[in-house]
Nanobody, 128 residues
Framework: QVQLVESGGGLVQAGDSLRLSCAAS????????MGWFRQVPGKEREFVSAISTSGGVTPYASSVKGRFTISRDNAKNTVYLQMNSLKPEDTAVYYCAAKGVPGLSGIYIYTGPSYDYWGQGTQVTVSS
């Protein structure tokens, strides 16, 4: 069982930056692909970014590429999402997620919706 707790959301103005953190419980954090998703009311949850267990593979949604950066610190059981040049359309609840990939290569990545564990979400609101 893995518990995920997001933090770092808030209300900012367009052009500002925020860094989201997601702290994971458990001793096998390094064997999980980690992902960030976001959701606005009335819409499906959408993929934002993911990071392989090694940290070397980091795909992004086209809408955030070049502005957001995902990273992980396996020693701290934490994954981060640095969000720069925020836009009003980035407003959403942001969720982190973990997918167990024991025994798979450190470059394995997964960007689908079927993650094993989800956090409770953190609200990000960007005003224009």
């Amino acid at each position: 069982q893995v518990q995920l707790v997001e933090s770092g959301g808030g209300l900012v103005q367009a052009g500002d930056s925020l860094r989201l953190s997601c702290a994971a419980s458990g001793r096998t954090f390094s064997s999980y692909v980690m992902g960030w998703f976001r959701q606005v009311p009335g819409k499906e949850r959408e993929f934002v970014s993911a990071i392989s267990t090694s940290g070397g593979v980091t795909p992004y949604a086209s809408s955030v590429k070049g502005r957001f950066t995902i990273s992980r610190d396996n020693a701290k059981n934490t994954v981060y999402l640095q969000m720069n040049s925020l836009k009003p359309e980035d407003t959403a609840v942001y969720y982190c997620a973990a997918k167990g990939v024991p025994g798979l290569s450190g470059i394995y990545i997964y960007t689908g919706p079927s993650y094993d564990y989800w956090g409770q979400g953190t609200q990000v609101t960007v005003s224009s």
